[in-house]
């Protein structure tokens, strides 16, 4: 049953993201400067909906784990419903292997597997965390002091009362907000870049595909137009990298984050010597 509705969500999860792109193209093609077209990836949602299994069976394994472990007498006694302890060492085991192997899959298909490295990190720290935060929680209900108000002695008893859903409902109150902190973090400091310290080091336009013979009477147009500006002028043709100390680049194994290098045509330069505001890193200007 579990599955079946998790098969649900995620039809419709992959439906809704095959389809999203194709409707914020139509809207925002009035919107953004450039071309805005959607596609199609299998991939990519065939990815997705791995996720959203993995995430369901890693979530419900340990639920279904107790309730399997409920003897038939206690459920006409309505006892065994407040879920105590761990489930057998099967299920438990089941459950780590999947949510390890959606955290190996997350890092594994990530852009920048240090940083996602770091997410998972992160995000398993503040499960141990908050989890540990919700039995402080109980444990400070269940030893503060009595009070007269009955409503109130009520809410605080069904705090730390067994089968209680405190740990539940800090864990996920602590993660809803961590994730909102950190998407406000992450907005903050692209802006920071953008509006702040980029404008003071990125020229205000870039000018390319100006033929030499153009390229006077580009200055004198520039120097009329902005007589205080700074003209930097680079000679520069485009090309792609096809060889790696004279190998072949398809048969180098690349770095992820320098494999965006070899993708498509880049602009090269044949100036003789190296501009001012240029760090060689390794190796000779040719």
């Known amino acids: 049953q579990i599955l079946m509705i998790a098969a649900l969500g995620i039809t419709l999860g992959v439906v809704l993201g095959a389809l999203m792109p194709f409707a914020a193209s139509a809207v925002l093609q009035s919107v953004i400067p450039v071309p805005a077209e959607g596609g199609f990836y299998p991939g990519a949602l065939g990815m997705a909906a791995l ?9 419900a394994l340990l639920p279904l784990g107790r309730a399997r472990d409920v003897p038939a007498t206690s ?25 390890l192997l959606l955290a190996a899959l997350a890092i594994l298909f990530s852009g920048d597997r240090y940083i996602a490295s770091i997410f ?28 007269g108000s009955t409503a109130l002695r009520l809410a605080v008893g069904n705090i730390h009362r067994p089968g209680a859903l405190t740990p539940s409902v800090v864990l996920s109150l602590g993660l809803g907000l961590t994730l909102l902190v950190t998407l406000a973090l992450i907005d903050g400091n692209l802006r920071g870049q953008i509006s702040g310290s980029l404008p003071e080091r990125a020229p205000n336009f870039f000018f390319v595909d100006i033929q030499s013979s153009d390229v006077d ?24 990298v096809m060889a790696l ?9 690349v770095p992820a984050e320098g494999a965006w290098v070899l993708r ?23």
Do not use: C, H
Not at 84 to 96: D, E, I, K, W
Not at 217 to 240: E, I, N, Y
Not at 245 to 253: A, R
């Open 245 to 253: 100390n004279g190998v072949d680049v398809d048969k180098v194994k």
């Open 120 to 147: 998972v990190g992160a995000t398993i720290f503040a499960f141990l965390v908050l989890r540990v935060v919700g039995a402080l929680v109980q444990w400070a209900a269940k030893r503060s002091p009595r009070v």
């Open 264 to 286: 498509g045509d880049r602009g090269l330069t044949y100036e003789a010597s190296i501009p001012a505001n240029a760090t060689l890193t390794e190796g000779t200007w040719w």
């Open 75 to 99: 459920l006409f006694r309505e006892m065994g419903f407040e879920g105590r302890g761990f489930p057998r060492p099967l299920y438990t085991a089941a459950a780590l292997g999947i949510a």
């Open 51 to 59: 996720f959203g299994l993995l995430v369901t069976l890693a979530f």
């Open 217 to 240: 009477a580009f200055s004198v147009l520039v120097s009329r137009q902005a007589p205080q500006g700074t003209l930097v002028k680079v000679p520069m043709l485009r090309g792609r």
